[in-house]
């Protein structure tokens, strides 16, 4: 989980949400009935989807299909923003 998580915008159908990130955080395995996109503005950060693990960092950017079990770990400090379904649900893989 992130150190501080901030909703920037929300609407129908769409959220924005700015995440910050200490060392340490992450996720357990789990997977979104939605889809979800990322941008990373600053850290770095571990992503495995699906079994493939790719590394981001400042600039780049990730999508996370719906229903596809995935992790993040934090191994830089850092701020991500996702934009996913402010209806969204999440499952425990």
């Not at 955080?25 to 992503?47: I, K, M, N, Y």
Request: glycine content about 10%.
């Amino acid at each position: 989980m992130p150190a501080a998580r901030q909703v920037l915008a929300t609407g129908s159908e769409l959220e924005v949400t700015r995440l910050d990130y200490r060392v340490g955080d992450g996720t357990r395995p789990h997977l979104h009935d939605c889809e979800q996109a990322g941008w990373v503005e600053s850290g770095h950060f571990r992503l495995t989807l699906d079994g493939r693990v790719s590394l981001h960092g400042a600039g780049s950017a990730y999508l996370v299909p719906a229903r596809s079990n995935h992790t993040f770990e934090v191994l830089e400090p850092g701020v991500v923003y996702i934009v996913t379904s402010p209806k969204q649900r999440t499952f425990q893989a």
